[in-house]
Nanobody, 114 residues
C-alpha cells in the first residue's frame, strides 16, 4: 500500500520556524489534491492545509497567516513551512491526499516549547 514518508519535525521555541516534508510514491502525485494534517495528544486528527493539483491553497483558521503549504510535483514532495510557531501547534504532522485515502504514515513530531 502507498504510505507517505514525513520528515523535518523537531523541537523549537515559541516564535520559531520549521519546515516539514512528505514524499509520496506510488500514486499519480501531480493530479491529487494533497493535505497536511496534525494530531495532538488526546485529540482527533485535524486538517491543517490543502493544496489542489492546480496550486490553490486553503488553511485552517488556526494556522492562517503563519503556515504555507507547497508542492514539488517533480520530486513528489509536499511541504509545510511553519512560522511563528505556538505551543498549541505541538502535534504529529502527517500528509495524505485531501480525501485521506492513503495509508497513514508515521508522521513527524513537532514540539513547540513556551
Amino acid at each position: 500500500q502507498v504510505q507517505p514518508v514525513e520528515s523535518g519535525g523537531g523541537l523549537v521555541q515559541a516564535g520559531g520556524s520549521l519546515r516539514v516534508s512528505c514524499v509520496v510514491s506510488g500514486i499519480n502525485f501531480n493530479v491529487n489534491n494533497m493535505a497536511w494534517y496534525r494530531q495532538a495528544p488526546g485529540k482527533q486528527r485535524e486538517l491543517v492545509a490543502v493544496i489542489t493539483s492546480g496550486g490553490d491553497k486553503r488553511y485552517a483558521d488556526s494556522v492562517k497567516g503563519r503556515f504555507t503549504i507547497s508542492r514539488d510535483n517533480g520530486k513528489r514532495t509536499l511541504y509545510l513551512q511553519m512560522n511563528n510557531l505556538r505551543p498549541e501547534d505541538t502535534a504529529v504532522y502527517s500528509c495524505n491526499t485531501a480525501s485521506g485515502y492513503l495509508q497513514w504514515g508515521q508522521g513527524t513530531q513537532v514540539t513547540v516549547s513556551s
